[in-house]
């Protein structure tokens, strides 16, 4: 635990807290967007919200790949899963997603359709191995982050000569998304949001570096700070933040210097482009179609792209029309905020994948934080000032 | 359950489990007697009955019964078989009661190396000895290949509960202390590091042990001011408090500081992505009293070698929404929930 218990020490973090205290204008309010599902989960996890200053206000971003994932992709994967010849391969989160007609992966499976749930992509390519007289789909989700080893993947699969391997690529762009959010924050239909600053992604900066960033830090007059994922990175970001805002400035700032640098791991990078190309258009949930967002596997490869060697398509599907993850997604909403909320949809029986993953906001604010009344905890649990 | 016949010994290093082992045969009875009756050896079993009597004192009785698919079977620490006698003697130990006489019923698929189920019985011979609590009756079915995962075993136990203790899980009071015998998830963890998918390497053996010595000791000191005992087996610690506080109508408060823990637990758990306090647990209870009496109980317990590290963790509240709230060591606050659906690694 060498290297975690350091971003736990709780005299740090509190003594961090104070500072945040002690350098926040009482005059005004800070509203800070964290991009990642990650930091929502620590956020949650670790109660941080009740270390923060009352003008602090943290707002949950579209940072959770099953949660932007449209259900109409998710359908078009069942459609191919309950072909006979076809086994699905997916990640375990994403089997809960509900979809069309009540549907939902893990209950495709029980239905019949051969669906199996692997914790790599390595694995999905061993039961290719394993199996030569099954179609093995890979279901790749996830930002930048995700991408590398589903490039991998497919290395592997080409120097193997695996003929019943494929990708269904569903990786998405981040920097993509957070201009998309911070070009319709003012002006949205449902409603403007007030963003101060972002929290940066980790893990996907450890790929992408953080110069991607530094056009929407300009173009936006938003400060940026790439922040990683344990208590102490979250809140000490939180701090660069309110600087930031308090100096009137707008840079993108490197807090997860350990693990990131301004250009990212040049192989990663390279890696990707060899194997997939910018897609025109693709569509994210509760966000709507974002240009050049989301990575297709390169004309080349066509063989191993599932929705060209399977002639997939995806069906326009309809969200549940009470769900409000579109708005939750953008900002704009709290979980809480949401009539179906706790009462039909939980975690149990989500009608949203907002409500699935652990880092998809209405699940962590049931799971972490549905104590809390209007934002905070009882005055009795702090223990800061 | 007998047959008396002349007959050639199993082969117990390369022998396999066939239908006819479970045909009710020859060769059923030979591998009842080859194995389980070798193996849990005691007078009830000699008499070769298909049922076992025995005498009972005047009290009220306690009865339970548990199936276990663990996977996979043999894991750091145990194996399905001592799995399954302590788990059911824990079942019963958890009303306060002491357990007395055990079942034992298999469910083998063919193939199943005669090998394996030698060291699965024979672990289970010992736990039950060790325990004192015999296995008296029992009952083996064999499974057309690809039907069962190797064995399932499903015991029942019953046990008898001294004059005057009534523990039950809608007892909980406002106020009352809560206290965990020793440190959490470490069952959960070392059959999770034995996994074909996942595979890690740990230090940590499973937990399994037989808690009915600890609880008869806590009865003795604390009695009836103990209004109820746990196991935090599936669910681990979380479920169990949940539980606990529905039961009751109270809710719970917990510091997230004052809960043992390994530190390689807490490092599985991270690299999982998981929370300790959902991890399963097969030798530790929770035990709710009545505040006045938590510190004699914890004395108690920690005299005893398999509570040498309880810790007195949290209070139970007032609170008609049954939550279950945890002070995180960082000083802020959050729900410890139930696990919801199943508990899965993240994707990133
Ligand atoms: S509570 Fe459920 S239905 Fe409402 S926004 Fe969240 S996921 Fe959607």
């Not at chain 1, 890979?138 to 391997?165: V, W, Y």
């Not at chain 2, 009290?59 to 019964?65: D, G, L, P």
Request: hydrophobic letters at 45%; glycine letters at 8%.
């Amino acid at each position: 635990m060498k290297y975690i218990d350091e971003y736990r020490d709780a005299k740090l973090v509190k003594d961090i807290a104070r500072q945040i205290e002690a350098a926040v204008d009482p005059a005004r309010s800070y509203h800070f967007m964290e991009f990642c599902g990650g930091h929502t989960y620590a956020i949650s996890r670790y109660g941080l919200e009740d270390l923060l200053p009352s003008n602090v206000q943290m707002i949950h971003g579209p940072g959770c790949p099953i949660c932007v994932l449209p259900i109409g992709r998710i359908d078009a994967a069942i459609e191919l899963a309950i072909r006979p010849e076809i086994t699905l391969c997916t990640y375990g989160d994403l089997m809960r997603v509900p979809c069309s007609n009540g549907l939902s992966l893990l209950k495709a499976r029980s239905a019949g359709a051969d669906i199996r749930m692997v914790y790599s992509t390595l694995d999905s390519l061993s039961i290719a191995e394993a199996e030569p007289n099954r179609q093995v789909v890979f279901f790749a989700i996830g930002f930048e982050t995700t991408t590398p080893p589903t490039a991998l993947a497919l290395r592997f699969a080409i120097a193997k000569d695996l003929a019943n391997f494929s990708i269904f690529s569903n990786h998405v762009l981040t920097p993509a998304a957070i201009k998309t959010i911070l070009e319709n924050s003012d002006v949205h239909p449902l409603g403007p949001i007030k963003i101060d600053g972002l929290l940066g992604p980790a893990h996907v900066s450890t790929v992408i570096g953080t110069q991607p960033f530094e056009v929407l830090a300009e173009e936006f007059n938003k400060p940026i700070v790439v922040a990683g994922f344990e208590p102490l990175d979250v809140i000490y970001s939180i701090l660069m933040l309110v600087r930031q805002v308090n100096d009137g400035v707008h840079k993108v700032e490197n807090q997860y210097i350990r693990a990131v640098t301004t250009l990212g791991n040049e192989k990663a990078k390279c890696e990707i482009a060899n194997v997939f190309e910018l897609r025109e258009s693709f569509e994210w949930r509760g966000l709507g179609a974002i240009p050049h967002s989301a990575l297709g596997l390169r004309s080349k490869y066509a063989k191993y792209d599932a929705e060209k060697r399977f002639e997939m398509v995806t069906p326009a599907a309809q969200d549940n029309p009470a769900c409000e993850c579109g708005a939750i997604l953008r900002g704009i909403k709290k979980p809480s905020d949401c009539k179906l909320f706790g009462k039909v949809c939980t975690p149990d029986s989500p009608m949203g994948s907002c409500m699935v993953s652990s880092e998809g906001a209405c699940a962590a604010h049931w799971i972490y934080g549905r104590f809390r009344r209007q934002g905070k905890a009882d005055e009795s649990w702090r223990t800061v000032a | 359950m007998t047959v008396k016949a002349k007959r050639s010994r199993l082969d117990l290093r390369n022998g396999r489990i066939d239908l006819s082992h479970g045909a009710g045969g020859c060769a059923t009875g030979q591998l009842v007697e080859d194995i389980f009756h070798k193996a849990f050896d005691n007078d009830w079993l000699r008499a070769g009955n298909d049922q076992s009597a025995f005498a009972v004192p005047a009290a009220r009785m306690v009865m339970t019964t548990d199936s276990y698919v663990v996977s996979p079977l043999f894991f750091p620490g145990g194996n399905i078989g001592s799995l399954a006698v302590y788990g059911t003697i824990n079942d019963i130990a958890m009303a306060g009661a002491r357990p007395l006489y055990l079942s034992a019923g298999f469910i083998i698929e063919e193939g199943f190396p005669l090998a394996d189920l030698n060291r699965i019985a024979e672990a289970m011979g010992s736990a039950s000895r060790e325990a004192g609590v015999p296995i008296i009756t029992g009952d083996t079915k064999v499974v057309e290949r690809g039907k069962a995962d190797g064995v399932f075993i499903s015991t029942s136990g019953i046990g008898i509960i001294r004059a005057g203790l009534d523990l039950r899980s809608d007892a909980a009071r406002p106020g009352d202390a809560v206290i965990i015998s020793g440190s959490i998830g470490d069952h959960g963890v070392a059959v999770m590091s034995k996994r074909e998918s996942l595979d890690f390497d740990t230090d940590i053996i499973s937990d399994c042990a037989a808690l009915h010595g600890l609880v008869a000791a806590m009865v003795e000191v604390a009695g009836s001011s103990i209004r109820l005992m746990r196991d935090p087996t599936r669910g681990g610690l979380a479920a169990i408090l949940n539980e606990i506080a529905n039961a009751s109508n109270v809710g719970f408060r917990i510091e997230e500081e004052a809960i043992p823990i390994k530190p390689e637990v807490v490092a599985a758990c991270e690299l999982l992505g998981l929370d300790p306090l959902n991890v399963a647990n097969e030798g530790k209870l929770v035990v709710v009293v009545a505040p006045e009496f938590a510190d004699a109980l914890l004395a108690v317990m920690r005299a005893h070698p398999l509570g040498a590290e309880a810790a007195l963790i949290g209070h139970a509240e007032a609170d008609d929404r049954c939550f279950v709230q945890m002070a995180t060591s960082l000083g802020g606050s959050r729900i410890v929930d139930w696990l919801w659906g199943e508990q899965l690694p993240r994707i990133c």
